[in-house]
């Protein structure tokens, strides 16, 4: 291929086109030979030299995470006092509800709330006249069923005395049969009059007698020592009986040397609870004073399940609850319905290995962690895992109680198994040695940020007194 002419190209466009098309003419007839293109190996090359770039733009621009900043305290025995705390108020140990058994007004009150009164004393009466009315009318009866029977008794004995003699005539063919039987059913007939009057007169003594206990009623005396504590009616007010109702509550007499408080337990407390177990009460009125009791008596059912329905059941959505009574040992001037709060101990531990509270907290478990954890919480429940491996594959893993130990500047995630606790300690009954470091605080540090490996810097390691018992 001719090129020499275009190194004398002509400036003229027409030269131009005619040197383009002849050229062009040449590049039909005869093989070019062009040398092979490099762009793809340039464009190779610089795509892994981008990739390796944009891999290494992140470690080198990353900041070092900084150390998480935490408290320390050493795993130590500590005497140990589980409590459930619950609020509730006093009352008597022994207190009556006086109601009356008749309807009627009360035409004499002769206590009023708050007096002492003894076993007898007068409380209240009520007006008597309609039952004195019905003792009178009663004893009118009971007169004429005597008076009936006597009747009876007469009619007997001349029945008696015609069936004998019209029975000796009849022995001697003297009567007829006719004659003869109708003697001796009226004989029978008076002896059965004879017996219903006797039953009259016990029915109508029953009914004086019923009479008189009705009026008797009208008068109602103390039943035992103590002190009025509350009085709900007054004078000249009618109060309803109980022998047919549910009656009026007149007033409550109470013994107020004896005193107790009834608190509310949850269900998942009560189980903890016993007769005889100690508490600690904080009475609202006495501020400056602790007071000590023993538990006496613990629910069989939750407050509220004998007036519950198969309607209200599924509506009510409160907390089930369980009354709890705890006596006082102590004697002070408690009145009832006073507010009070209570401590029971239900558990306790000597020389127990223990943790801070705020030491102990949940992680998911790691990779590794499934044996340890298995050893640490419950063997039982692992010796099975092999046969519901496939099973639990699928289910999302349970978060298991952990402690952060320290490793020089790093933490350590620590499985444990935790036993009872009181206001500041968990029992560990597995997983930690006696004077272990452990990471204590803080709260955000402990139950957020800090992960197995996790650099840590010393705040201020705490070393608690292990002779302290709370």
Same mark, same amino acid.
């Given at each position: 291929m001719d090129f020499e002419r275009f190194d004398s190209f002509p400036p003229d466009k027409r030269q131009f086109a005619e040197l383009r098309n002849e050229f062009a003419g040449k590049l039909s007839? /005869?093989? =070019?030979?062009? !040398?092979? !293109?490099?762009?793809?190996?340039k464009i190779i090359i610089f795509t892994v030299i981008v990739l390796v770039l944009l891999c290494l733009v992140p470690v080198l621009f990353k900041k070092k995470q900084p150390p998480i900043p935490v408290t320390t305290e050493k795993v130590a025995r500590r005497n140990?006092?589980?409590t459930v705390v619950a609020n509730g108020k006093i009352y008597p140990v022994v207190q009556l509800h006086i109601s009356a058994e008749v309807s009627g /007004?009360?035409? @004499?009150?002769?206590?009023?709330?708050?007096?002492?009164?003894?076993?007898?004393?007068?409380? %209240?009466?009520?007006?008597?006249?309609?039952?004195?009315? +019905?003792?009178?009318?009663s004893k009118a009866a009971y007169e004429s069923s005597l008076n009936g029977q006597t009747t009876a008794e007469a009619t007997l004995e001349r029945a008696d005395a015609d069936y004998r003699r019209n029975k000796e005539l009849y022995d001697r063919k003297l009567i007829s049969d006719s004659?003869? =039987?109708?003697?001796?059913?009226?004989?029978?007939?008076?002896?059965?009059?004879? /017996?219903?009057?006797?039953?009259?007169?016990?029915?109508?003594?029953?009914?004086?007698?019923?009479?008189?206990? $009705? %009026?008797?009623?009208?008068?109602?005396? +103390?039943?035992?020592?103590?002190?009025? &504590?509350?009085?709900?009616?007054? %004078?000249? /007010?009618?109060?309803?009986?109980?022998?047919?109702?549910?009656?009026?509550?007149?007033?409550?007499?109470?013994?107020?040397?004896?005193?107790?408080?009834?608190?509310?337990?949850? @269900?998942?407390?009560?189980?903890l609870i016993q007769p005889g177990q100690k508490a600690e009460l904080d009475v609202d009125a006495f501020k400056d004073r602790k007071f000590t009791g023993t538990v006496t008596q613990i629910a069989n059912s939750s407050k509220g399940m004998g007036s519950l329905t198969a309607a209200s059941t599924t509506q009510n959505q409160d907390a089930t609850k369980f009354e709890v009574r705890i006596r006082f040992n102590d004697r002070e001037e408690f009145r009832p319905g006073m507010s009070v709060?209570?401590?029971?101990?239900?558990?306790?531990?000597?020389? +127990?290995? $223990?943790?801070? %509270?705020?030491? =102990?907290?949940?992680?998911?478990?790691? !990779?590794?962690?499934?044996?340890?954890?298995?050893? =640490?919480?419950?063997?039982?429940?692992? &010796?099975?895992?092999?046969?519901?491996?496939?099973?639990? +594959?699928? @289910?999302?893993?349970?978060s298991v109680e952990v402690v952060f130990v320290t490793d020089g500047n790093h933490a350590k995630m620590m499985p444990v198994k935790i036993g009872i606790c009181d206001d500041n300690y968990w029992e560990v009954t597995d997983g930690l040695t006696d004077g272990q470091e452990i990471i204590a605080g803080g709260p955000k540090a402990v139950n957020k940020d800090l992960q197995d490996g996790s650099e840590i810097k010393k705040n201020g390691a705490t070393v608690p007194d292990v002779t302290a018992n709370k």
């Open positions: 007839d /005869e093989k =070019v030979i062009m !040398p092979k !293109p490099k762009r793809r190996r140990l006092t589980e /007004e009360i035409i @004499e009150l002769a206590v009023k709330e708050g007096q002492l009164v003894k076993k007898g004393d007068l409380l %209240l009466k009520i007006k008597p006249d309609f039952y004195a009315a +019905a003792v009178n009318q004659d003869y =039987v109708g003697f001796k059913t009226a004989f029978d007939i008076a002896v059965a009059q004879v /017996e219903s009057s006797k039953h009259q007169v016990e029915m109508a003594k029953a009914a004086v007698a019923s009479a008189q206990d $009705s %009026l008797d009623k009208t008068i109602i005396f +103390a039943p035992r020592d103590g002190t009025v &504590s509350k009085l709900n009616s007054q %004078l000249g /007010e009618r109060v309803l009986g109980t022998v047919q109702n549910a009656g009026t509550d007149i007033m409550i007499i109470s013994d107020l040397n004896e005193m107790e408080a009834r608190v509310d337990i949850g @269900e998942m407390d009560v189980v709060s209570a401590n029971i101990e239900t558990r306790y531990r000597t020389n +127990a290995l $223990s943790v801070p %509270l705020a030491a =102990v907290t949940t992680r998911p478990p790691m !990779p590794g962690m499934t044996n340890a954890v298995a050893a =640490v919480t419950d063997t039982n429940t692992y &010796s099975s895992a092999s046969a519901k491996a496939d099973k639990k +594959a699928k @289910e999302v893993p349970k």
